[in-house]
């Protein structure tokens, strides 16, 4: 294949330093090398080879994982790599498997709710991978409400043993990850039954399958629970389904650390609080928001070279046709989704240090910051996980029919990315937790307890409901303030009108549910001020390279604006801003877009994505798409033979008149 | 399994008499017994099994679809099926293939550009299926822009042929469905040369495979383009790549009835009106509409279903827990999409009645309707696709984590429908020949041509300028009139306020390209006027049925003010509504919500889908959801072994410790 890069004068447009914004997307120059390395190491190996995926039986992809899985794991110890490369490296793997919930809950479950000794003696075993464990929460019939699991954990004094059992067939544990097929523990979830009283769900550590042959252990039936969305994608998970048939596991595997049942069966309390759960919850949510927008910048890269590719009408006397991405209509579909991926990288990165804080108050016992920090890191996944997934789709269809390949990499990225939406808590059930926060916050105004991080704004509350918007020209919503307000006076004013309106309600509880619809809106713009506002004081950072701070502004901006345009109707029914400054808004959005065409493919370079972790061959670096879209079509197994399997015994007899009978 | 109605308490609460909103929904008496004898038939026969479609590799995929499709057409030959009944058979078989394509594209396309004398050679071999036929007109280069096409058609003299050739890769076909293992002929559009002169796209008919081998032609190569979106979804449809190298035909083998060659080489123009091609356009975006009410309903079936039956939180004393239909961001999200798929079963139904009339019209010689009745079904292909493909994920993701499995129906479902925005018009493409539409239509107002059919309100455009909505009260939301007239309003006042915008640019072409992602909105806003005053027209009729006009009149409610609060901004930014109507249209929605909770099982009932229609454990019709989805998984291939393929290999020698190797 010729080796030209058909994007070279694109990226000789840029108007910034690439290398200075890749450092800015990677976090340091360190996290850039890391990841430089990693992405490398495993693109370069033959084993990691992820095109076949979507032709692939489910059992055929399954052991291929389980290769990959091992084969990286193999890679990791040889090369002696540090926790940071081996994590990056499992992200450039790109691939769903068990050794996700081995690392990113079993590990953690068993840190922050086990004892001391617990930990002393899983740990090392987890971190060996000497055993394999997940994390068996949700059941058949329960999953966001995690109080209502069935299945039980019986204390039996006479053993000094728990029972664990499965009453019903909706209390068959169903979605773990990893359970189907290789895990050999589990944190199963269980009710807490001892001297004859329910306490209610708790953790246990217990061991599914033999370490000697695998099968599971007695009392324990285990399957995967069947073929998932799309092509390859989250098939090569082997999420599973568990029942237990009274299986006894010793006192000392239920996780101990908030709360213990002694000898004597007796139910205590410790007092190590329970907020702490709360922490790794903010913790893996955080996690969420970071994959959030690197999934969504990988399918803004497809999407944005492929458009600068892609050309389409408007050919003058025989010369070149339009690039699509020259379109006004592509542009403003596409470069929200690009001015998004930004922002979820920056909010993602502000959470890490968000977590950090957290962890830090928490060891000095202040958890005065907990609630914020949880109701605000639940509505960051549910925000960005749902604009996630929207743009990744908005970008397959900005491909045109092409997108609908799965050689375009899209598909497969939608199907695996779309359950973030639902699991970690589903995105609506979140939302209505962000709401409870904030009606909390509201009702507490006048007393004098001053709203802190997140919602320390709606401190000025008074200030907020009286504000009028400034804007005389288009120009105007370029400044940082004039935007911030806007976004804290829509904030404020939808939550304050809920609360007005739920004190209508003949209770509370009532409003609160009647008006839910609502809630789920207010707090959705909590959300998006969060976004905007953290994406506003990275651009107040002092940030190195050419031009970089510039095409910051130019995205936060386009991200702020796009974001307001969307929800026009919330600025204008609060009277925050007047339908002249609307427009106003909308005037500066396309500006702006032509101030970000020429940098569009230099932008999404700046990810540093190797082709391999793309896997699309409609965004591939070099741009040159159409020879690589037909050498893939001919691989597929339809093509392994001119006439196809079945002509003989289907089509053949069509053509040749054997299935018409003649009318009577 | 038990056999109990779980849903039997849903369906005893309906207010309304839902034989009669079977018809309603059908279309006539006659309709729903068609239908509901095709139904039954496909059911009933194993052949026509779907369930493991999911899980087959796409060689045994596509075999079995062409085993399907053999066994439809013996069927309706055994059975001396009607035309309507073979159609409707085909709608239940439920699976894209060759066959769609033969009938839906290749037939029409020679009947609407074939001259009497061609229709009579080639019809006949079709209806018989002699020879099987697809649509080859997109390449790997052009789609939307069809006067891009590079194939070429050159008249040779010497010979009386044409020589089609595909001179560059990107000339390649490329997409067309049947064409990739199946068709034996195709009608294949190609520029047409004469005297060394370029006449543009043409149709041509073209033999592909020998009809006694079915191998390719010489100079022909053809292949399947390889793996699309989804598990089953499209993968059963063989679309195709075929070059062309100096392949000859007969020239009697251009469709000649608007153009001609004569023996000479001359090119003619017929005096047959080149808009007829139109006509064809109506037809298929028509179909398209009708489709997109089927395919969101049975989401919306599935949804609503399982949402009765799934149950979390809530519980008061040990009682059950709350049905999740019954919160009301669930109704919120989901009652629209109810109300959607009535909504778009109205519009197609009147959009047949405009291509009736179209022909009609046509075959007068009247075409002065026809460029509105072209926006018109242009626009409403875009706006039900779109919908319908947003609506289906949704649905989705309202069945929380069991609706990511391919048990539950819906990712086949996203996945084999989502291509309708891009086929037959990229939905944003048609978008702007609607939006080209309205701006002819304002600056033609003061002209004293009157705007005829979809777009006759704007012949009242100095009124609704000035028009103020009446509103005071949430029930004056309920009228009709205020609805139509607030619609209207936000049509006519985005559009002319593109128009006066496009009037301030240098140019009109650049003002349109400058503001197209305005007029993108400004035509949505158009083609939403239509859909809601189709609604309301058809509940203005007469119609049978104990409260069936009731369930019909808070259904078109819901679409209304739903898509009203859904553009709020648009509303608002206008002036047609002040900032309270439009929280009282919200405070009005809820109610309605209300209104139809205890309907919502019926009204999906009406659908009259079977459970092989349907192909969904979560909306089977008993709603026995539970055993249901067990078994289901099961049946999964990585459930053949306990111990699965790759243990040994891989996951044994991680847990044995053997990729350790000692830090140096
Ligand atoms: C790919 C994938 C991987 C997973 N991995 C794991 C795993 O490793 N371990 C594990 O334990 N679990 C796992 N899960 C399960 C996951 O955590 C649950 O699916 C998730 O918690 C949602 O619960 P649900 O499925 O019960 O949804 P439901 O709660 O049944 O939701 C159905 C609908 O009801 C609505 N709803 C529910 N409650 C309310 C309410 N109070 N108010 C308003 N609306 C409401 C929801 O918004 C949704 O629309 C996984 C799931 C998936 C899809
Ligand atoms: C499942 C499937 C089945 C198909 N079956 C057939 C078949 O049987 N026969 C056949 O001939 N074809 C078939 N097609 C091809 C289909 O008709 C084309 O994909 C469709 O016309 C879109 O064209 P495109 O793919 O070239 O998109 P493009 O035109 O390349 O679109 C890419 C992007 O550019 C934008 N864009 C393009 N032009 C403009 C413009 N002027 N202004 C603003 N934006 C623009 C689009 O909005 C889109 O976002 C099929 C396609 C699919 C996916």
């Not at 389904?241 to 049942?261: E, K």
């Not at 907990?370 to 996944?381: D, F, I, S, V, W």
């Not at 609502?518 to 969060?530: F, G, S, T, W, Y």
């Amino acid at each position: 294949m010729e080796e030209v890069d058909h994007l070279a004068h694109e990226r000789s447009k840029a108007q910034f330093d690439g290398d200075a914004m890749k450092v800015v997307w990677a976090g340091s120059k360190h996290a850039l090398d890391v990841a430089d390395r990693m992405a490398r190491l495993v693109a370069s190996d033959p084993v990691f080879r992820k095109d076949n995926r979507p032709m692939l039986a489910r059992k055929e992809l399954f052991k291929n994982t389980l290769r990959k899985a091992a084969h990286a794991w193999k890679r990791i110890n040889e090369l002696h790599l540090t926790e940071e490369e081996a994590s990056m490296l499992r992200v450039f793997v790109d691939e769903p498997s068990y050794v996700d919930l081995h690392w990113g809950m079993f590990v953690p479950a068993i840190k922050g709710q086990g004892t001391d000794e617990q930990q002393k003696k899983w740990l090392p075993l987890a971190y060996k991978m000497q055993i394999i464990g997940c994390y068996a929460q949700t059941e058949l019939g329960h999953g966001s409400n995690v109080q209502g699991l069935e299945t039980t954990a019986t204390f039996d004094p006479k053993t000094d043993e728990f029972i664990i059992h499965s009453p019903t067939l909706t209390s068959s544990k169903w979605w773990p990850g990893g359970l189907g097929k290789v895990s050999t523990h589990a944190v199963v979830y269980a009710r807490l039954i001892t001297e004859g009283k329910d306490y209610g769900v708790h953790g246990f550590i217990v061991q599914l399958r033999s370490l000697d042959d695998h099968s599971p252990l007695p009392g324990i039936t285990i399957g995967d629970i069947g073929t998932k969305f799309g092509n390859g994608a989250y098939n090569t998970m082997d999420n599973g389904v568990l029942q237990f048939d009274h299986v006894c596991i010793p006192r000392n595997q239920m996780l101990m650390r908030v709360s213990q049942v002694t000898r004597e069966g007796k139910y205590i309390v410790s007092d190590v609080p329970r907020q702490l759960v709360y922490g790794t919850m903010v913790y893996v949510r955080q996690t969420i928001v970071s994959d959030a927008s690197k999934a969504l910048s990988r399918a803004v890269c497809i999407a944005v070279r492929y458009s600068a590719v892609r050309r389409q009408f408007g050919s003058q006397d025989g010369g070149p046709e339009t690039q699509v991405i020259d379109y006004k209509t592509q542009q403003s579909r596409l470069f929200p989704l690009l001015a998004s991926a930004y922002a979820f990288r920056f909010v993602g990165e502000w959470l890490k240090w968000l977590y950090a804080d957290v962890t830090q108050r928490l060891q000095a016992n202040d958890f005065s910051t907990l609630p914020e920090a949880h109701a605000c890191t639940a509505g960051l996944k549910s925000l960005t996980t749902s604009a996630t997934a929207d743009g990744i789709e908005e970008c397959r269809k900005l491909c045109g029919g092409h997108g609908y390949l799965c050689s375009s990499g899209l598909p497969e990225l939608f199907a695996v990315y779309v359950p973030a939406c639902t699991y970690e808590g589903d995105n609506v059930v979140l939302l209505l937790q962000v709401a409870r926060f904030l009606m909390k916050t509201v009702s507490q105004l006048g007393s004098g307890k001053q709203p802190v991080g997140t919602t320390a704004y709606m401190g000025r509350a008074q200030h907020l409901m009286q504000y009028k918007c400034d804007v005389c020209g288009a120009e105007d919503w370029l400044k940082p303030s004039v935007i911030l307000e806007a976004f804290e006076a829509r904030a404020v004013r939808l939550a304050v009108n809920c609360a007005q309106n739920i004190s209508k309600a003949p209770s509370p509880e009532e409003g609160f549910s009647e008006l839910s619809a609502d809630l789920v809106e207010a707090a959705v713009a909590h959300c998006q001020l969060i976004v905007v506002s953290k994406f506003i004081e990275k651009v107040q950072q002092d940030i190195p390279g050419r031009g970089v701070k510039e095409q910051l502004q130019i995205l936060c901006n386009i991200y702020a604006l796009s974001v307001l345009h969307k929800h026009l109707g919330d600025f204008l029914v609060t009277g925050c801003i007047t339908p002249r400054q609307g427009s106003l808004a909308n005037d500066q959005l396309r500006s702006l877009y032509s101030q970000i065409r020429p940098n569009a493919v230099a932008l999404v370079d700046a990810f540093n994505y190797t082709d391999h972790y793309l896997g699309s061959v409609l965004g591939c670096y070099d741009g040159n798409v159409y020879p690589k879209l037909e050498e893939e079509a001919w691989k597929d197994p339809l093509n392994d033979s001119v006439v196809p399997d079945g002509y003989h015994e289907y089509v053949r007899p069509v053509l040749k008149q054997k299935f018409r009978v003649s009318r009577l």
